[in-house]
């Protein structure tokens, strides 16, 4: 969790300082799916960094950082699996299946209330664990992949390699904790992702071949309605 929130500014030393995060981003967040005393929260800061907040009752259960992040590819399908996974398809324009995925997803709790079948635009964030520049793509075309390494290894982790081509990136910075990351607009294997990475770990520029091993969590903004 350290370095996943790190990759969008928001890491924090000390549990209690985590505990005092969470407790004022709930109370600003959106509230997007209740069942019970089960509740969904989302917390946007102004850089974009977000906080998912699963709450029971008055309990938070589990806290998931992304990122706001524009659309870059179409799902079809999703399917959850045991442990909060998302696992589904990626399609291109022609509904020709570009990878399979595995994820977390903002929309989890919509997730089984939603009409069948599921299938439209989705934003896709990659928390960048261990981010290399292997180069320029203007030195050759580069080769572009990308491959789930968690839930399709019989494991459950939203895990995922890739290799992509920086597109854009942004210098971003929490308001809420001063902390500086980099989001990048990564063109990978047919579609797009958002990188998200500490600043300056490494330093990016458009134009630059990435290689990328990071944690993967969607957002289907029409499973809000």
């Known amino acids: 969790m350290a370095s996943n929130l790190a990759c969008i500014g928001l890491d924090v030393w000390r549990r209690s300082d985590f505990r005092d995060l969470v407790a004022s981003a709930r109370a600003e967040a959106e509230t997007i799916a209740k069942d019970g005393e089960v509740g969904v929260h989302i917390w946007t800061d102004a850089s974009g960094a977000r906080l998912i907040i699963t709450t029971e009752g008055d309990l938070v259960r589990v806290v998931t950082p992304t990122f706001y992040a524009a659309p870059g590819a179409i799902i079809s399908e999703p399917q959850a699996v045991d442990g909060g996974l998302v696992l589904a398809e990626l399609m291109n324009r022609d509904d020709e299946v570009i990878t399979e995925i595995a994820c977390q997803l903002e929309e989890l709790a919509l997730l089984g ?50 290799t992509g081509v920086v597109l854009a990136i942004e210098q971003r910075a929490v308001g809420r904790t001063g902390q500086a990351f980099t989001a990048a607009r990564v063109q990978t294997a047919g579609f797009q992702v958002t990188l998200c990475v500490p600043a300056g770990k490494p330093e990016l520029g458009a134009g630059d071949v990435v290689e990328v091993d990071g944690y993967v969590v969607a957002s289907v903004p029409a499973l809000r309605g």
């Open 113 to 162: 209330s939603a009409s069948s079948p599921v299938e439209g635009p989705v934003s896709i964030v990659v928390l960048g664990n261990s981010v290399q520049v292997l180069g320029r793509s203007d030195d050759g075309v580069p080769d572009l992949s990308f491959e789930p390494t968690g839930a399709y290894a019989l494991s459950t982790d939203a895990t995922a390699h890739l």
